[in-house]
């Protein structure tokens, strides 16, 4: 069991680059939402790219081992803000699969949301995920990130032309997220939640 001083430390947080398409457009918006999260004192980041992992082309036992580093890094993290677009009114299947390689893992931490996308901001997208995570037990936070047309926001160097909106969101979805990722991580400490749920 953790001790109380342990809550003190930085928490893990897990951004992960939820698509994984030809061309896309995450990396621009996750780096820069890390560039901002990294100022803060009180996280540790892991950039957990879905491009980076070995997606297995059918759900079983051979994906589940190839899919291990990435329950590791998941297992390991405090909270999550996950970077998503929204692709026909929905988020990508890439997520989706990547999600659903992980059970435990999820349990009882919080989660955020950088979402972009056309007029939506990528908010439909959102509100599917949270259905998601619900049934994995996790926490997702009220506030998130949401660019609207998020492609027009930034230059070709990934410097956002109009900062400032933005930057009040990620501040308020960052201290949310933090806030619950510290609540929760004392009470896994002191009661292991999987002693609770149901897989």
Known sequence: MSTPASNHSPIRLAVIVGSTREGRFGPTVANWFVDHASQRGDLDIDVVDLADFELPSQFGQA?????????????LADAFAVVTPEYNHGYPASLKQA??????EWHAK????????????????????????AELHAVTIRDGVSLHYGWNLF?????????????????MMLD?????????RTARAERPYDSLAVA
Do not use: C
């Open 63 to 75: 994906g589940s081992e190839a899919m291990a580093p990435f329950r590791e890094r998941i297992g």
């Open 99 to 104: 999600i659903d390689f992980v059970n435990v």
């Open 110 to 133: 919080p989660v955020g949301f950088v979402s972009y996308g056309g007029i939506s901001g990528g908010l439909r997208a959102v509100e599917q995920l949270r259905l998601v995570f």
């Open 155 to 171: 230059d070709e160097a990934g410097s956002m032309h109009e900062p400032e909106n933005p930057l009040i969101a990620v501040k």
């Open 176 to 184: 949310e997220l933090t806030w619950f990722a510290r609540a929760l």
